[in-house]
């Protein structure tokens, strides 16, 4: 029998913070369909976070940690997004993603509190962004091994039982 990883319960992100990770998602890492590089969306990494920040403190001990980071940064993000765009995150096209990004992975996206660390919750946000596309598609992300498949590596999946 092929070993799985736990399967969480019920899902962290409501429907419009889900929307705004999958908007940042998408400009982390964008698809490029011309050239057949497949994208953030395309490898599900907005549900591994999904069922990542639902595990247990066990699996990873910043796990609640990072669950704050996130209830805290979704909302003043969109603020932000609102006061700059006067639309929602998931609105934003993709030209205004990336300004918005660029930005805020500079700590210069403008109007946000002094305290929000910018810097450490962009590096938060695309490590979660990668770990969701070329990880084990067992933990929620590079669906259908889509990444893996895309860098050629071809395998028989092991059995960790």
Known sequence: MEWEPPTPDGQFFDGPSLAR?????????????????????????????????????????????????????????????LHHYDTNIENLTAD???????????GSLAGLPDDFGQIHFFSTLRQHCLQGCFSDSRWGGNADDIMWRWLGYQYDREDFS
């Open 21 to 81: 990770i999958k908007a940042l998602f998408s400009r982390i890492f964008p698809a490029r369909a011309n050239e057949g590089v497949p994208g953030a969306i395309d490898a599900g990494a907005f549900d591994y976070l999904d069922h990542l920040l639902v595990f247990e403190a066990s699996v990873y001990r910043e796990i609640p940690k990072w669950r704050a980071l996130y209830r805290h940064a979704l909302p003043i993000l969109n603020e932000a997004a």
């Open 96 to 106: 205004q993603l990336d300004a918005f990004l660029t930005a805020l992975s500079s």
